[in-house]
């Protein structure tokens, strides 16, 4: 079955620090990892995918995540954090054989100034 | 259209009422995704279109839910009788049926039930 873990509720990060928003998941054929941004009484917004190729992956807003097969792991990274990223961010895979997204909960960042 | 466009963007109805919210997804986007979001939740999957088909339903709460898609284009969610804990934001999402394509979504449906 196929299925995404967030396993953090929440993260806090000082402005001007790196971050990381954690996933993982468990896919039966070749992942497709997906990350979204969602703002307050907004919809969800793209930031990247992994595909295949290179593991580290760059995105919208100068985000980037990592690929790790043999963690089973789609990490989101940001070098340094602005206030403006406190946002909720959500993890999300496609399997090749089937067209449904699967979504993890969702983390919430707050960036603190 | 440019974007996932979703009408209205907030509704409120009384308890018992039925509600109709509609998805007008990108052109050519063949899968179409509707997902309930309670607040400061996760996505609940509610149902997935292929096309005019919806292969995948199970994400439907009740039988005072259902959805159907024409054209391959528009799509309605219609909740019969509505309750309280139906009070939440419908996103709907759209994609290419290729799996390594991203879908993008709607600003979403508010709906609240008094």
């Known amino acids: 079955a196929q299925s995404v873990a967030q396993p953090e509720d929440q993260v806090n990060v000082a402005e001007g620090n790196p971050l990381t928003v954690k996933c993982t998941y468990s896919v039966s054929g070749n992942p497709y990892l997906f990350w979204y941004v969602q703002y307050p009484n907004r919809g969800l917004q793209f930031l990247l995918k992994y595909i295949t190729g290179d593991n580290l992956v760059k995105g919208s807003y100068g985000f980037e995540a990592e690929f790790n097969k043999s963690q089973t792991s789609f990490h989101l990274k940001k070098p340094s954090a602005l206030v403006s990223d406190s946002a909720l961010y959500f993890c999300?895979?496609?399997?090749?054989?089937?067209?449904?997204?699967?979504f993890g909960t969702g983390t919430s960042l707050t960036v603190i100034p | 259209g440019a974007g996932v466009s979703q009408s209205p963007s907030n509704k409120v109805t009384e308890k018992g009422k039925d509600v109709e919210l509609r998805c007008d997804p990108i052109s050519g986007h063949t899968a179409l995704y509707w997902y309930r979001q309670r607040l400061g939740q996760g996505l609940e999957f509610l149902i997935y279109?292929?096309?005019?088909?919806?292969?995948?339903k199970s994400g439907l709460p009740s039988d005072r839910f259902s959805a159907e898609r024409t054209g391959e284009s528009v799509s309605t969610l219609t909740i019969q009788r509505t309750q309280q804990e139906d009070s939440a934001v419908y996103l709907c999402?759209?994609?290419?049926?290729?799996?390594?394509?991203?879908?993008?979504f709607g600003q979403g449906t508010r709906l609240t039930v008094v």
């Open positions: 999300a895979v496609r399997d090749s054989g089937v067209n449904q997204f699967y």
């Open positions: 999402a759209s994609s290419f049926l290729t799996a390594n394509t991203e879908a993008f």
């Open positions: 279109f292929q096309g005019n088909s919806a292969p995948d």
